[in-house]
């Protein structure tokens, strides 16, 4: 009944949102008096807050169209270039450019948000490498027949992925980046594939903002995991799909619950950032209220998780820790993380980061004892939280250069 439930108040809100949006049109409207009153024009501004703050919205696009090189506008030119009933694999290049640039892929996080989260990082990461990043599926779309997805079949995409940029060009191995969740099964995909000598083990590893060993600096989200056993949350997260999805009968983790608990976390700040646009709005500037309106455009955006992948992930990663642990397996293969030798391995932090704590992805570091001190890096990225690594000014002045960097020394 909880999906049922949210559905039912999603389609109240919507109509909420509509007449609110009806509304604040009429108000705003020249041809109506009242919008030369100062009451008017401040309740059109309200009112159009409340039509934003209660829409729905459905996966975003992309929509990088072009990037700039050195001063130089370039068109870029998106593609699927292989299509899984979990998650695509799309490819970023630049048109009219010599393809043998290196090849990164972005792993993005199955936490909830869609692939283009990561928007901003694609964009700046288009002006040295041709990118390439896993698009996953909306459970609830999935249908019933295509079967499971959970950190095996995770670990699974993302080898058949590096295997098909690999074979691009074969002998030019690939580089990974990936952001926050799926550093975990990057790293561990990683070490599998140096086990087996993989021809496309990659070359370097940059791991941002994830829960490696969250028994260190842990956080409101590590405590929340910790706190409740496993079967609490496959009792009260929970949710059959309903019948109107394509993957209908699937049990999911939703996309909206993800959606609560990282608001509730900051409701505070998301309370202020919404009073921040209205008073923008009264004021005039339009800039600055769309720039809200678009974060969150992006923000409350959210997708279904299989439940056996999420559930997986929480037992395995928040409470038996078992990458830290050593005992991480992959179909039945211990997961050994000494066997890393051959990729270099890059670990960024953010200071002020509520979602994973410092240290926790700088201990891969430590785990990977396999490899040499020169192979490994350490940066934290000072005034930053969990966003701020991988999108905005500062992503794209001061971490982003630091990846680069590695990827070019260790390329």
């Known amino acids: 009944m909880l999906y049922q439930a949210y559905e039912l108040q999603r389609s109240w809100m919507n109509s909420v949102s509509s007449l609110a949006s009806m509304s604040s049109e009429m108000l705003a409207s020249p041809a109506n008096p009242m919008s030369y009153w100062g009451i008017g024009g401040i309740a059109a501004n309200a009112l159009d807050v409340l039509a934003h703050a209660t829409a729905h919205y459905g996966k975003p696009a992309f929509g990088i169209t072009e990037v700039d090189v050195d001063g130089k506008t370039m068109s870029v030119i998106e593609a699927t270039v292989l299509n899984r009933p ?12 010599d393809d043998k640039r290196p090849k990164l892929l972005i792993v993005a996080p199955m936490s909830g948000h869609y ?11 288009l002006q040295k490498y041709e990118v390439y990043i896993t698009d996953w599926a909306d459970a609830k779309t999935v249908p019933l027949h295509e079967g499971h997805f959970d950190l095996d079949t995770y670990i699974d995409y993302l080898t058949e992925f590096l295997e098909y940029i690999e074979q691009v060009e074969p002998g030019q191995r690939p580089h990974m980046l ?22 496309a083990t990659p070359k370097t590893l940059t791991m941002m903002g994830g829960p490696i060993d969250t028994r260190e600096s842990p956080t409101s989200v590590n405590d929340h995991a910790m ?14 799909v309903p019948m109107q999805y394509r993957g209908a ?10 959606l609560n608990a990282f608001m509730s976390m900051n409701l505070q700040s998301h309370m202020m950032s919404h009073w921040e646009m209205f008073k923008h709005l009264t004021a005039g500037d339009d800039e600055s209220a769309q720039a809200t309106k678009s974060f969150y455009d992006e923000y409350r955006a959210v997708c279904d998780m299989t439940a056996e992948f999420y559930l997986q992930t929480v037992e395995e990663v928040f409470q038996k820790h078992s990458i830290p642990n050593g005992t991480f397996e992959h179909k039945g293969e211990i997961v050994d993380l000494t066997q ?6 890059l670990a960024i932090e953010g200071e ?16 990977a004892t396999g490899l040499s001190e020169d192979k490994k890096r350490y940066y934290m990225a000072e005034g930053a939280g969990h966003y701020g690594i991988f999108n905005g ?5 001061k971490v982003a250069p630091v990846v680069e960097e590695f990827i070019e020394a260790h390329g």
């Open 178 to 199: 990936a952001v926050c969740q799926p550093s975990v099964p990057a790293f561990a995909t990683t070490a599998l594939l140096n086990q087996h000598k993989s021809p």
């Open 86 to 97: 979990f998650g695509d694999l799309k490819r970023f290049r630049l048109d009219g450019v």
């Open 249 to 258: 009968g699937r049990m999911v983790y939703p996309g909206f619950m993800q």
């Open 227 to 240: 706190n409740r056993p496993i079967e609490w949350f496959r009792t009260s997260v929970i949710a059959r």
């Open 340 to 345: 890393i030798t051959d990729t270099a391995l």
């Open 352 to 367: 002020r980061d509520d979602i994973s704590g410092l240290g926790q992805t700088k201990a891969a570091l430590k785990l």
């Open 115 to 125: 692939a283009t989260l990561l928007r901003g990082t694609v964009k700046r990461m």
């Open 393 to 397: 000014s500062r992503w794209r002045t």
